[in-house]
DNA sequence: CTCCTGTCCTGCCGGC
DNA sequence: TGCCGGCAGGACAGGA
């Protein structure tokens, strides 16, 4: 489920809960995420602040003051529930880890599917190592652009849609904001990566960017409200222009007019669902040429 | 290198 | 109502 915007608001969810109180002990209560949880993990943070809680692409990582700590991605099905000292404790199926911090609050993380994964860092080396060794430049950096996108997408003759999902050509896309970027900028996601460039590129690089500071403020507008939202951070409400809006029409709809001309020929319109990777693509034939 | 397919796991929803 | 297939916002391994 979670992409950048949720995982960045998730972030902020935990930025007052590390900021608080050290981290008293982390219990597991299942250790086979997507990769086993590390057995040293628990023993590195018992008794530790988080000094430093940062986000890269999908990942949320944070660093005691000696220099390890935790990285955390939340998969498909991952979600994060917080928990003030005073809250009465809850249990829930697929809750399988627990940061109970020294004032009594808890984080804990909850995934069905299990495709999420917690695992061990060092403040020191991180950027060295997998994934983050090969990951490609944060969207809302400041040095994303047009040129940069133009680069990372040369000589990929893959659909445009596919290299957008691809980390390593930018961090923490994924299928929703992949679609959604596409639209904004009136690309078709099956137009070849390498043939996006020039102007073209700078409005996929803005698109991305304009998409994603959306979502995250929206996001952001739920965050104060989060006891509302049954405790979970991350989960709001979207207003897609194309995501699982198969057959209905666009927000700048040109489909009537189109349908109009392509009278004789019956052609539906409208937003489309193709398959792409293996995955859905939802994209405006219209708008999207 | 890039590309493509299959796989991990559980829950939900629509169709019969 | 119950069962079953298809699908889900991610990422990786392995082979071409």
């Not at 597991?28 to 993990?41: S, T, V």
């Not at 904001?177 to 996601?189: F, K, T, V």
Request: proline letters at 8%; hydrophobic letters at 35%; a positive charge.
């Amino acid at each position: 489920m979670p992409e950048l915007p949720e995982v960045e608001i998730v972030k902020r969810g935990l930025e007052p809960v590390f900021a608080r109180a050290p981290i008293a002990r982390l219990e597991l209560k299942r250790k086979d995420l997507r990769a086993p949880i590390p057995p040293a993990l628990p023993k590195k943070l018992a008794g530790r602040p988080i000094q430093t809680l940062m986000r890269r692409g999908k990942y949320i990582l944070g660093f005691t003051p000696g220099g390890p700590g935790f990285v955390l991605h939340l998969g498909m099905s991952g979600t994060i529930r917080i928990y003030g000292p005073q809250d009465p404790p809850e249990a829930r199926p697929h809750d399988h880890v627990i940061w109970h911090m020294q004032d009594g609050g808890r984080i804990v993380l909850n995934d069905p599917r299990r495709f999420g994964s917690l695992g061990l860092v060092h403040e020191e080396n991180w950027q060295s190592v997998a994934p983050f060794h090969a990951m490609g430049p944060e969207p809302l950096g400041n040095g994303f652009n047009g040129k940069v996108l133009a680069a990372q997408l040369l000589g990929r003759i893959s659909p445009i849609k596919i290299a957008l999902l691809d980390q390593n050509i930018v961090a923490g896309v994924g299928n929703i904001y992949a679609c959604e970027a596409l639209y904004r900028a009136g690309i078709n996601p099956a137009r070849p990566a390498a043939s996006v460039q020039g102007e073209e590129a700078e409005n996929l690089a803005s698109a991305i960017r304009d998409v994603l500071n959306a979502a995250i403020k929206v996001g952001g507008s739920t965050l104060r409200d989060y006891k509302h939202t049954d405790g979970k951070i991350g989960y709001f409400q979207h207003h897609f222009a194309v995501y699982d809006r198969a057959g209905s029409r666009c927000p700048d709809c040109r489909c009537d007019a189109e349908k109009n001309a392509a009278k004789n020929t019956g052609e539906s319109r409208g937003i489309q669902r193709i398959i792409q990777g293996g995955r859905s693509t939802f994209y405006c034939p219209s708008r999207q040429e």
